[in-house]
């Protein structure tokens, strides 16, 4: 198991420790191969799919946007892990915001505002930035210099309670305790000040 998907794997425990039943509300993900092929209609070759995005959808396969309990929409507050089955669409929502020059950018977390969270996808980055792009103002903002450290933030966010169920059962998160934290594990970037 790669440490991409050992931690996707910490983070879909916690979550499901705050929200009994998360896990299962996203379903049972596919085999390798044929997620390799699912997202081959997106990115030009396997090659070019970063690790992230085949280790979430070998594990789970998303939630749907219509998703009938809104309590466990959210991967991480205020945004779903794209369905398998709703990617293509996605993408093309996503491309209709961007100049053609950002398409080395993949969503894979999306709220109803059609803003992203994308992963960098270029091959000579292995190290695939996750960056934010609102649908009002569609420049990057990058959230994380790795796949690794937005897993090891959300984790840390679940952990230290910055992530908690607010009183009607949503995920929610507190401001200052994220900023603290994100801050801290992510030196340097911008976000998170």
């Known amino acids: 198991m790669t440490k991409i998907a050992k931690l996707i794997v910490d983070f879909l425990a916690l979550s499901d420790q705050t929200r009994p039943g998360y896990r299962e509300s996203l379903g049972r993900g596919l085999p390798r191969l044929e997620a390799e092929h699912r997202?081959?209609?997106?990115?030009?070759?396997?090659?070019?799919?970063?690790?992230?995005?085949?280790?979430l959808y070998?594990?789970?396969?998303?939630?749907l946007r219509d998703v009938a309990d809104q309590?466990?929409?959210?991967?991480?507050?205020?945004?779903?892990?794209?369905?398998?089955?709703?990617?293509e669409e996605e993408f093309q929502k996503f491309?209709?915001?961007?100049?053609?020059?950002?398409?080395?950018?993949?969503?894979?977390?999306?709220n109803y505002s059609s803003d992203f969270v994308c992963i960098e996808s270029e091959p000579e980055n292995r190290?695939?930035?996750?960056?934010?792009?609102l649908h009002d103002d569609p420049q990057s903002e990058l959230m994380h210099s790795s796949a690794e450290d937005f897993l090891t933030t959300v984790i840390a966010f679940y952990r230290e309670n910055v992530?908690?169920?607010?009183?009607?059962?949503?995920?929610?998160?507190?401001f200052d305790?994220?900023?603290?934290?994100?801050?801290?594990?992510n030196n340097g970037i911008l976000y998170w000040q």
């Open 95 to 110: 491309m209709a915001i961007l100049r053609p020059s950002r398409h080395h950018n993949f969503p894979f977390l999306a």
């Open 127 to 133: 190290e695939n930035k996750i960056g934010s792009f």
């Open 71 to 87: 309590k466990v929409m959210d991967f991480i507050p205020g945004y779903r892990l794209i369905h398998i089955d709703e990617l």
């Open 39 to 55: 997202l081959k209609s997106i990115f030009e070759s396997p090659a070019d799919i970063p690790e992230l995005v085949l280790e």
């Open 58 to 63: 070998c594990q789970v396969d998303g939630t």
């Open 163 to 174: 992530y908690f169920l607010d009183a009607d059962g949503f995920l929610d998160y507190d």
């Open 177 to 185: 305790k994220q900023a603290l934290l994100g801050n801290r594990l």
